[in-house]
């Protein structure tokens, strides 16, 4: 269907049902004959799987905010070098289960980093690459951490956190509707996934 490949990132607070949209999606898209790579931030190679294991973990202290966010990217970094670039350059459509968008919300804005400054280092890891699609998958604080699963240090934040972390990303996705789909996950699984269908289709439509 998409004559290059690209990446489309799916993104929300904790809870939000990312994950599960993602794979409905991928499996979609595959029986429709799309090339596609599934995967995550952090955690989407080897080294991206240690990174992970470091910035999640409960420790005391905990990692200083500029700690976790240069973690994060450099995450990244391994990412786009062994598995997003690459797969874009051969054809394929990337779904990632976050991607800056995330880093911007939560390093940016929850941990109270210069937006400025985490967006510019964020620029220099990507190197030009970016979404094509942005899934937001919207809920209130309140259903996301009741859904969540896990006891790492992010859904062990205070409230306060997960709601910067909200309205950060609906305010990234207000300033780029061009490029972001703002979704309802309170809605049933099904008509969820039918609405990530229609924007994926209309992002590979276009290119």
Do not use: N, W
Not at 14 to 39: D, F, I
Not at 78 to 105: C, K, M, N, W, Y
Not at 171 to 199: G, K
């Amino acid at each position: 269907m998409a004559e290059q490949g690209c990446l489309i990132a799916f993104e929300g607070i904790e809870g939000a049902g990312k994950s599960t949209q993602l794979r409905l999606a991928a499996a979609a898209l595959r029986t429709r004959g799309v090339t596609l790579v599934e995967t995550r931030e952090p955690g989407g190679t080897t080294i991206g799987a240690e990174l992970r294991r470091i910035v999640m973990q409960l420790s005391d202290p905990p990692p200083a905010p500029l700690t976790e966010l240069l973690l994060y990217l450099a995450d990244r970094a391994q990412h786009l070098a062994e598995v997003i670039t690459p797969a874009i350059a051969r054809g394929a459509v990337v779904l990632t289960d976050r991607f800056s968008a995330s880093t911007i919300a939560y390093q940016g804005f929850a941990r109270q980093l210069d937006i400025d400054t985490v967006s510019r280092l964020d620029a220099i890891v990507r190197g030009g690459v970016a979404p094509a699609c942005t899934i937001l998958l919207d809920c209130p604080v309140a259903v996301g951490l009741q859904r969540a699963q896990g006891d790492d240090r992010f859904h062990r934040e205070q409230l306060e956190f997960h709601e910067r972390v909200r309205r950060a990303f609906l305010s990234l996705a207000e300033a780029d509707t061009d490029r972001y789909c703002i979704l309802d996950s309170t809605a049933p699984t099904e008509q969820i996934h039918q609405q990530v269908m229609a924007a994926i289709l209309r992002c590979l439509q276009s290119r």
